[in-house]
């Protein structure tokens, strides 16, 4: 998946929908949120990114999954 590009690409090929997008904030990797099928927590996992932002323009929402609490 290209960095930055406003789509899920697990739930694309999965044939899903999503509500929200995360960004995460150390490579650009986006994904839908817990709410939806939880790939942005996944790719948390797999590289240990930490912080992830809501692709909504004009939020300033952002997430840190180690500290479990928004920032």
């Known amino acids: 998946m ?24 150390s490579c650009g990797w986006v994904a839908c949120s817990d709410a939806e099928g939880g790939h942005a927590r996944a790719h948390y996992w797999e590289t240990d990114h930490p912080v992830v932002a809501s692709m909504e323009p004009g939020s300033t929402w952002r997430w840190c999954y180690v500290h479990r609490r928004t920032v």
Request: glycine share 8%.
């Open 2 to 25: 290209e960095p930055g590009k406003r789509e899920c690409q697990e739930c694309l090929a999965a044939g899903r929908a999503w509500a929200r997008l995360l960004v995460c904030l």
